[in-house]
């Protein structure tokens, strides 16, 4: 069964320091997501992405972080310079259409510590 | 905006007794509504979903929850624990038109006793 897979599992980084995290999406899929959750907190939306650009984005997402597809397979986010409250695990997910109805499949996640 | 509260962080049921998980949306739309369960360290799995067809849905594991429009509610149950069931079980909700954000309740993590 396609699955959503997300690479590293665990990433540990000094603040300032920029990351990537990265995803690959179920192939056919054509919506793609990244959500966080902060230990012991809801999971958040951040971003939704489609046709190469950003569908929607939350309050969270700001200037810091950015979002790519840089080729057919890989969908990337980046945090310009990490903070201690970024700490958190990053689940990127994928949808093949965008109705209300659509299932979204989560990948298992990157848990991000910011030193 | 749509929201989700499920009531109870922490539900404990012993093996074989009825799991009940609770779950209550608010919404000035029409709602589509999901369970997701999450086990220790893995990703989020759907369980089932509501997308306005059948108010009644059954999921994987045998679990199955009701849509319930008159008390915004869509309450997770399974007549039977089982031990593999321990894990943490998200309501989320998502509504009909631009908005392909889910918004996902607090969790409840779930403990089935021996």
């Known amino acids: 069964e396609p699955e959503v897979t997300q690479t590293p599992s665990h990433q540990v980084t000094q603040m300032g320091q920029e990351v990537i995290l990265r995803c690959v999406p179920i192939?056919?899929?054509?919506?793609f997501y990244w959500y966080r959750q902060i230990l012991g907190q809801k999971v958040e939306f951040l971003v939704s992405f489609y046709n190469n650009e950003i569908s929607e984005k939350s309050e969270i997402f700001d200037d810091q972080f950015s979002v790519e597809r840089p080729d057919g397979s890989n969908f990337t986010l980046k945090i310009r310079s990490t903070k201690l409250e970024d700490s958190a695990m990053y689940f990127c997910?994928?949808?093949?259409?965008?109705?209300?109805?659509?299932?979204?499949?989560f990948g298992p996640g990157t848990r991000l510590l910011v030193l | 905006a749509q929201s989700v509260t499920q009531l109870g962080s922490h539900v404990s049921v012993s093996e074989g007794a009825l799991v009940l998980l609770r779950c209550n949306y608010s919404s000035s739309v029409p709602p589509y509504l999901f369970w997701y369960v999450q086990y220790p360290n893995q990703g989020l799995q759907l369980l089932l979903k509501?997308?306005?067809?059948?108010?009644l849905v059954k999921g994987i594991n045998g679990f199955e929850a009701e849509f319930k429009k008159s008390e915004t509610s869509f309450h997770l149950t399974k007549p039977s624990a089982h031990m593999s069931d321990a894990a943490e079980y998200f309501c989320?909700?998502?509504?009909?038109?631009?908005?392909?954000?889910?918004?996902f309740g607090s969790g409840t993590q779930l403990t089935v006793l021996p």
């Open positions: 989320a909700v998502r509504v009909s038109g631009s908005a392909r954000q889910l918004t």
């Open positions: 509501y997308t306005s067809a059948a108010t």
């Open positions: 192939s056919n899929h054509l919506y």
């Open positions: 997910a994928s949808s093949l259409g965008t109705s209300g109805k659509e299932t979204q499949y």
